[in-house]
């Protein structure tokens, strides 16, 4: 049986830019007030801001026997960077732009979200990136989360004494120093207080792993640094780089946005996941659904009349659109105290740009 709920008033397409509505803190902005949508190309994602010109460093490991020495660059990274409200197409390419060979991960990493400068080990080769950003419970403030991950020359531990280092020269202060090493895989955690940040919940997470089989000699690390802090609720702007992916998508108006943002993985295919949460007090999920599938096709997105064994087929909308290779809308039940019913409603979706097979 269905909780009581106000009723839902039909969907409207989630207009980004000129083709539709922007998310505010507090709700939707009307479409009269959206900004021109954005279009690939560098007056969408622009190039990568002016920094100083600062001299190569150059910086030795704690090599030991094996004698493995590194030279890294600081300066600044050409190419794309995040935008608000980026169209997917735009997102995508600063993503391709990123992975592969680097001289230099915290500019890369700053293409997205705020990140420490740090120095590069040798020969790093950026495999995954992880952009989000996120709503407290108490709205005051918007969590972020920025992470890199990369293959680097030289052992865990001499990884390891690198970067220790490295954030040394931030006046950071080590929390807590991980060996988590198996019978067969040498782990290293590394965890860093950020004194600077005036929210509660900042840190920076140095995770090195050794890949290979048996962590065999020659084989390369997996590096990956985490950097997490907030900001206050009024600025926007951070969020608002990853919510831009979802325009075209019919949304029911009177919703908050909770979260965006995006990550990407490498198997046999190098793909980006695109994510989106929206709330929806006084609302039961089936409502949500209901209004959404109301509005479709839209003009870029039509739904897909399947949906897998075991789901529920109410609250679970499969999407079809040329850009994604698959895209689905959940809804689902959160009360809380002030509201005894509400939704959340999560948009989920995967462009593959490398295929590695």
Known sequence: MRSPSAPVRAARPLLIGAFGLLFAGCGVVSPDDA?????????????????????????VLDAGPTDVSTAWAVGPVGGPVVVPLASAPALQAVVEETHGRTSNVSLEMQRFLPFPELATPARADVFEIRADVRQTDDRSAHTLTAEIGFTAEGTVEELAAFYQ?????????????VDQTSATTPVRRLTYDVPA???????????????GEDAAPGSRPEVRLRYRDEVPASDTELRDRFSGWAQGIPLPPDG????AGLHTTTETRQSVHYALTVSYPNTTPEDVAAAVRAEL???SFASIPQTPAGDDTDNWIYLD??????????????????????????????ATFNDLS
């Open 297 to 299: 096709p839209s003009e």
């Open 256 to 259: 908050e946005l909770k979260g």
């Open 165 to 177: 280092r490295a954030v040394a020269d931030l006046g950071w202060t080590l929390t807590a120093d």
């Open 321 to 350: 659109n040329e850009f994604f290779s698959d895209a689905r809308i959940t809804t689902h039940g959160v009360p809380d105290k002030i509201n005894p019913v509400g939704t959340l409603m999560n948009i989920d979706a995967r």
């Open 197 to 211: 940040s005036a929210y509660p919940f900042e840190d920076f997470v140095i995770d090195i792993r050794a890949t």
């Open 35 to 59: 900004a021109p949508s954005n279009t690939i190309g560098s007056e969408e994602i622009g190039a990568a801001p002016a920094l100083p010109a600062q001299e190569q460093e150059v910086g």
